[in-house]
């Protein structure tokens, strides 16, 4: 049997995957030194920490991976397919992107948006040259017409890229990106590349891979791995790795600039530290109950007839959580009841519904720093409308019923006790319209003969929206609120936009991100910073836990 | 096998992974070296032998802007093998310094530029600024003004004064900036006889802000913003001020302190005479709304292009202690990290001389910092506003300025941020100045114990 | 009784349009404040009571003057006229009839000689307080009256015949306004404060972001939904997790990240970390389950490849969830404001996108409401007007968002 394989190889397959085996011989070969010399520290490269030991992680596994290959390749079998294109894959795609990086592409991003401007119009054409072609499948009957449509689309659109490229600056970009190619250094990087890529190839094709007895399964799998294998390194290399790497900083002191000690919980303790005290009366001044040196008063409350202080050693993460969640208290219900209520009017199939469902959900795809500076405007205490309207709402009432009412003149953005509830208002204007349509799509899923029925039972407006909306809306409520949580607890540019300072008056507007923003890229702690974030996603997972939890109850009830 | 095939792939993965970001070792390049790709203009910038210096100062509007890039391409024209790129930096609610700071750490900040006095401590204990001193070499520090150019000579780790971290851009003091059509029309007397007749004291000014604000509703006798500066010049006024002389602790809970806090609360609380504390005093005031606005030279750009009544600024009013000011002042630093120290000093240098200082306060942006009879009475002369004057009696000793400074021992931004949101509770009346005297350095003090 | 169904649907109807309406004009305002206000002058945008259209006031030049005059509204023999202000700040008295004080004039103090006896100016003291004593020519009499108080007063003139000359307060004055729209705001917010280069790099960086998110969306959703390989539910499962994570979470090792790659302050740092998304992929993933299998299992016979299949049969099935990813990528590339503001510095202009441009105008520009609203709306404007083009898209992609999740 094993003899009846060897023979049906061809000697060219044969030999392409001993040279194969031969380098990845070489392959682990130079990485075991490569490794070795990192670790003794004579490579030239000047690494610092964490580069380093990631290189000689690197190192080893390259040469442990490609000595497995060897071995599994010189029996030809299937696994030895699989590590050999697993760690010729990565070396390529690691080459290439460093090849791109040298050749500065990344970088030079940037004098793409300087030209970009002027490609604009050549741009358009490529979608004058979409839309000729879509507009070919309105002549479904005639085919011939149809297609005619689609070829010139076709060619304008192609042409119009064309254009693009050359306004765009195409053939400078590629002078330049040949002329850097000169360096040796660079070339090299190209040529690995080049290599990897060889090595794929001399894997991949089919005499190999049936020479290496591959069978669907291993196909597919390799398939499996290639289709994902974008997302995932992108996903692991600018999420994943980030977030573990940020659970590593919430343990370290980090400043922006490299200087970083390992603190352990301490930074976590600081936050959590809270002390009780009691007091003998109510209006005592800190300084007599609190050690001041360590906490500063957060609040005091009144429980069994006694008082007592709450100090906290970070008295600003804790006034920033209380407004976050405050926030959220006041921001979901006044965007998801309103919505809840609209959508059901918009139900109802009166004409002209399309048009106000499209009027509510321009604030949510508005950028939320410019909606903040029209309302900031709006909520001018001088000269604002929201003031203006208010007073002319009072002066009205005032002539006609003869009240007395007094015009507030409320200093929205700068009194502390408004500030938050106007970011509040603000905010839930913005997301009303988003939730009023998602709350329409759930509407829409209910089947009509519901209501029928109810007709028919005789009940009332009222009773119908009571116990058959409500509870059949329940999964679309569920999901709105849930969203509008997470979203409200990360507000942030709200208050950046709005307040000044960001978190004024009187930190009555400080959330935690912009808490977390302060720490981390204004006084460059950044390691607390970490931290702060940590516990921010604590709170978030623990409410929409809770929510989840309460989505299953109701859910066990209601059906 | 599969799992452990899959294991060892997702380590690899994630080892590889992490080796992209080692791809850039410590410094990146500077833009200079690289060459232009696609850039299909051929706009080679001069000749390659020049040293490309980046700088970049704080402007608060477009006026400042094309003033500044103004000076940038005259400099360059003066300055041989040395080409230079201004850039205007953030506005000061776009946090500059903060900015500023990451782009060190990052290595994309500019060669020299200009940050506030009380930001020079942090710079310069976090290494992110040179010490000049030896670049610089027998340098004449005396011809600034000796309040700021105590700071910048400052040595923390002797407490000498003996090192150079940059020289001041410029100085300004806060003066009111007056809209005499509403002091006019509301019939009071005009501050700047007062001033001169010796009787602006603080209660000739709150006679003026009353009868203004008697005016209308939207009509106010007196604005300032809400950050330090303004509630510095009341303490300091009354005699009080931030910190010990020795600049080590909290000063605020003294009674001389208490007694210019609660002077300015009054403007606010009991007159109701103020713009309120917190809404930004500056578009009323252009719009003609506001009958004293007190600010620095900075201002006088905005307020020339925009305001279309009659203005003009008078000193700060006299207190218990004397009319009271603040000494501001920014200063040119150069980036630790700067290629090109030499050419950076130099260009701090030619950025902070005398005909250089000239042709901005020609433009009304801000006050020249060299003590020299000749830039002030240049200075003078460069109206409106017409009583240029009152600036410079800020500086003069008898309003004994504080000199703003920073902290050398403890964390500015942070004592700001406490000061602040205290100060802005007791403005809008939610603490008593009593609670706010009991509790303010208890708290303060934290951050010199660091 | 059909009779009064019918009234009693039409009632409701009538109170569903005006809740709506109501709602509707809610929704927007704010749009149409910031629309008219970026074509107001600065004076007029601290306006009160404010007003939606700009207005601006009407000069006239007049004969004698350099300057043109603004003209005011004022009221001459109980008509109202076109006059200019021809000089300000006036010294001016408050005269009042010594036993009626209430009954006073305001006139120009040229106009008023104080009665002197032996020198001294006559004093009189009404309810306890003295005023002086002035001889006031009111019209074409002299009056006795006291001054009670000071202000100051206009000079309002006839454009055509300056003599007839009117004394009044010029603050509280009408000054003749007309509707006048600035569109230059625009212009100059474009070109002096950079916004240009601002939407051009949003264009560019949106545009890049939203194609390569879909490429990695689609492949990687494909493989989670249709292709078995080891370890790819777990993978899944992880993916699924991470979706929950906050940003904020992320944002400074992603920072440190940067500045060790060198793409602080680069465009590349703004698209290429956003270009792999869990929520995309599981977005996509979750609608390849529901393509039927037998077609595909039809081409794999046929001998087709996998990326061929995915071509031919699942890209266009897909359309509907191509087009909610991209509506939500969209949104979120153009919108977002946390990463560019950590990660785009202020001080090399070239690389701002919108969102960072308009927080760097809303500092410089806070003297001129007219042009931070003129910036707000440029980065509005665009996505609007996507919306009213393919407003279909948009909202079902919202709701299939709601119904999915």
Known sequence: ?559 | MNRKLFASLIVLLVTLSMVLTACQPAAPETPAEQPAAEQPAAEEPASTDEVTLRWRTRPDNQAEIDVYSAISEELDAEMDGVSLVYEPGGSESSSYQDVLKTEIGAGTAPDVFWIPGTDVADFATRGLIMELSDVAGDFDTTAFYAGPMFHLTYNPETGANDALWGLPRDVSTFALYLNMDLINEAGAADPRELAKNGEWTWEAFLDVAQKVRALGSDIYGYGANAWWGPYATWLNAAGGGFFTPDRDACALDTEESIAGLDFERSLYVDYDVAVPYGEDSEPPFLAGKVAMFQNGRWATPGVRANADFAWDVVGLPEGPNGPGNWLFWGAYVVNANTEHPEEAWALAQKLTEASTQAKISALGTNIPSRVSQEALDAFLTFTPPDNNQAFLDGIAAESNPTAEGPLWVGNWPEFDAIMGAKVNAVMTGELSVDEFKATICSEANKVFQQ | MVKSYKLSQILSNLLAYIVLTLFAAVMLFPFLFMLFTSFKVPKDTFNYPPRLLPYEAQVIEVEGFEEPLPAYAVEVNGKMEEYVLVEKNIKAGVFADPGDLDNSYTLPLTDATPVLENGEPVMVTVDGEAYPMFDVMVGDETKQLVQTGATSLGAFANPDNLSQVVYQNVRLSTPVESVKFHPENYVDVLELQNMGRALTNTTLITLLVVLGQLVTSVVGGYAFARLRFPGRDSLFVFYLGTIMIPFVVLVIPLYQLMVMVGWVDRLAALIIPWVFTAYGTFLMRQFFVTVPRDIEEAALIDGASRFQILRKIFLPAAAPAIATLATFTFLYAWNSFFWPLVVINTGSSQNHVLTLALNILRGRAADAPNLVLAGAAISIIPPMLLFILGQRFFIESAMSSGVKG
Request: hydrophobic content about 55%.
């Open chain 1, 1 to 559: 049997m094993l003899g009846n394989a060897f023979i049906s190889i061809d000697p060219k397959t044969k030999n392409l995957i001993r040279v194969t085996s031969v380098w990845h011989i070489v392959l682990a070969a130079v990485a075991l030194i490569l490794g070795i010399a990192t670790a003794a520290g004579s490579v030239l490269l000047e690494l610092r920490g964490v580069l380093r030991i990631v290189l000689i992680v690197i190192c080893i596994f390259t040469a442990a991976a490609s000595g497995w290959a060897v071995y599994e390749l010189w029996g030809f079998r299937r696994r030895g397919r699989t590590i050999s294109l697993v760690v010729n894959y990565l070396g390529f795609i690691l080459f290439f992107v460093l090849s791109l990086h040298f050749l500065q592409v990344f970088i030079d991003i940037d004098k793409l948006g300087e030209t970009f401007g002027r490609g604009l119009i050549a741009l358009v054409g490529v979608v004058i040259g979409y839309l000729i072609s879509a507009f070919g499948d309105r002549f479904e009957g005639k085919p011939e017409l149809s297609q005619q449509y689609s070829k010139v689309g076709k060619w304008v659109a192609l042409i119009s890229f064309f254009v693009f490229l050359l306004l765009v600056g195409i053939i400078p970009a590629i002078a330049t990106l040949i002329s850097r190619m000169a360096n040796p250094f660079i070339f090299s990087l190209v040529l690995m590349t080049a290599v990897f890529g060889f090595f794929i190839w001399t894997i991949w094709r089919e005499p190999s891979a049936a020479a290496l007895k591959a069978n669907n399964a291993h196909k597919e799998a390799l398939d499996g791995f290639l289709f994902l294998s974008p997302n995932l390194l992108g996903f692991l290399l600018f999420f994943a790795g980030p977030l573990l790497f940020s659970l590593y900083v919430s343990f370290t002191d980090w400043d922006a600039f490299g200087n970083k000690n390992w603190v352990g919980l301490q930074n976590y303790a600081k936050i959590f530290n809270l002390n009780v005290q009691p007091m003998d009366s109510p209006d005592m001044v800190v300084t007599e109950v609190l050690d001041t040196t360590v906490y500063d008063e957060l609040t005091r409350v009144k429980l069994l007839g006694k008082n007592f202080m709450i100090g906290a050693q970070d008295k600003l993460f804790w006034i920033s959580l209380r407004n976050t969640l405050l926030f959220g208290l006041l921001a979901v219900p006044l965007s998801v009841i309103p919505a809840l209520l609209l959508s059901n009017v918009l139900n109802s199939k009166i004409p002209g519904m399309k048009f106000f469902r499209a009027v509510y959900f321009l604030p949510s795809i508005a950028a939320t720093v410019g909606v903040s500076l029209i309302w900031q405007w709006l909520y001018n205490a001088a000269v604002g409308n929201i003031n203006y309207f208010i007073t002319v709402a009072v002066n009205f009432f005032n002539s006609t019923f003869g009240l007395a009412l007094v015009d507030p003149q409320i200093r929205w953005l700068s009194d502390t006790k408004t500030a938050l509830i106007a970011i509040v208002i603000m905010a839930a204007w913005q997301t009303m319209g988003y939730n009023t349509v998602l709350f329409l799509a759930g509407l829409q899923n209910i089947p009509k003969e519901l209501y029928e029925a109810a007709v028919v039972d005789g009940a009332g407006t009222f009773r119908k929206f009571w116990n058959i909306t409500v509870p059949l809306l329940a999964p679309t409520t569920f999901f709105v609120i849930t969203t509008s949580i997470i979203q409200a607890l990360q507000m942030f540019e709200q208050v950046f936009v709005m307040t000044n300072p960001p978190g004024g008056p009187n930190n009555s507007t400080l959330t935690v991100v912009l808490y977390l923003y302060q720490n981390g890229f204004q006084r460059f702690k950044q390691g607390y910073a970490s931290a702060t974030a940590w516990v921010l996603f604590l709170v978030i997972f623990g409410v929409t836990l809770f929510q989840f939890q309460r989505q299953r109850n109701s859910e066990a009830y209601d059906i």
